[in-house]
């Protein structure tokens, strides 16, 4: 499998990165291992967790992903891995782990103790790449700089990153991390698939030009590429299926943006080109995704072994110019098929 370099960092990975969000709900200890070993076996060296997964997030799973990786991890050479792990961050309205009170901030308090708290979960004795999971604009920037670079300093992590960021957070903390003298941002994790295109204005020219990797997730629009939702369908066990059976306003919203009239027909039109090519949807759509060259990896999901192949059959895929030409004259007939998700009130 193809490489590529995280921003200006020594760190080279994998052009799919394997992201753990399912593990500990969807997909149970054994699954997730078996997932993880044939993404491992297939030369998928990049691995991404967070604090609060599993998803949907619940006090009581708080953890469990980073747990799972960990044990995992145990039989594997560490150095073989590039794995990347989140600090929650700012209170944004969804999920507070329990043992915090209040707003949570990236604060130094908060980032040196939630990183000895991911490092005792995955059971190892430093992270690749620490990211921050949503900015905190009202924190002061260069406060979660210096704290990150101590950490690097002390080996606990080798680079850092900002996730669900907007243009202004990247801009605002490489000016920071410039002017006090501090260590960079080298990635952003965003929301980037061919429903949700947002990241080819603005977003794209920041990477460009200040040599910051995109790390796109949800390159399936959470699912919504597969075609599964089509027609009104919401198969047992998918997770906006999940999503609506618990009821909660924040997840209804979600589901809103995700499948709509808008979004539902791009999937239409992807499939007519996919078909034309005779690629399935999975495919076609995770290696649109990674065929972007401020894009470093695509992150990819799965709650059961048998969805990666389709996945994975994209790492050595390059789509041609004609290919590509038809996928965005897509988002010409529909622009921004999905809504704001108020990521800039944050």
């Not at 149970?28 to 949907?56: H, L």
């Not at 792990?85 to 969804?94: L, R, V």
């Not at 329990?98 to 908060?110: A, E, F, K, N, Y």
Request: hydrophobic share 35%; net charge negative; with cysteine.
């Amino acid at each position: 499998m193809r490489q590529r370099r995280l921003g200006r960092s020594g760190l080279v990975v994998s052009e799919i990165c394997l992201g753990t969000m399912t593990f500990g709900d969807q997909a149970d200890e054994s699954m997730s291992f078996r997932i993880m070993d044939e993404a491992y076996d297939k030369g998928v060296n990049f691995f991404d967790a967070a604090e609060m997964y599993p998803v949907p997030p619940r006090a009581e799973t708080v953890g469990l992903t980073e747990t799972i990786v960990g044990r995992w991890l145990k039989d594997k050479p560490r150095e073989s891995l590039i794995l990347a792990t989140k600090i929650t961050g700012a209170g944004h309205g969804w999920f507070v782990p329990p043992v915090r009170h209040g707003m949570t901030s990236l604060d130094r308090h908060q980032i040196v103790r939630q990183v000895e708290a991911s490092l005792r979960r995955l059971q190892t004795d430093y992270i690749d790449l620490y990211q921050t999971h949503w900015p905190d604009h009202g924190m002061r920037h260069e406060e979660t700089l210096s704290a990150l670079s101590d950490l690097k300093r002390d080996g606990k992590i080798r680079v850092f990153g900002t996730s669900n960021d907007t243009c202004w957070g990247v801009m605002k903390g490489l000016w920071a991390s410039e002017r006090h003298q501090l260590d960079r941002m080298e990635t952003v994790q965003n929301n980037f698939s061919l429903i949700n295109r947002r990241c080819e204005s603005e977003l794209a020219q920041v990477c460009r030009q200040e040599q910051v990797s995109l790390l796109p997730y949800s390159p399936l629009g959470g699912g919504v590429l597969t075609g599964k939702y089509q027609d009104g369908q919401f198969p047992e066990g998918a997770r906006f299926a999940i999503y609506l059976s618990l009821g909660r306003e924040r997840q209804k919203k979600m589901v809103q943006r995700f499948i709509n009239d808008r979004t539902l027909a791009v999937v239409a039109r992807v499939k007519d080109v996919a078909d034309s090519i005779g690629l399935n949807l999975v495919t076609l759509a995770t290696a649109w995704s990674k065929q972007h060259e401020f894009v470093a990896s695509t992150i990819i999901g799965a709650s059961h072994v048998d969805q990666l192949d389709q996945s994975l059959a994209a790492a050595d895929l390059d789509l041609d110019a004609e290919t590509m030409d038809r996928l965005g004259s897509i988002e010409d007939e529909i622009p921004n098929a999905m809504p704001e998700d108020g990521l800039r009130r944050l």
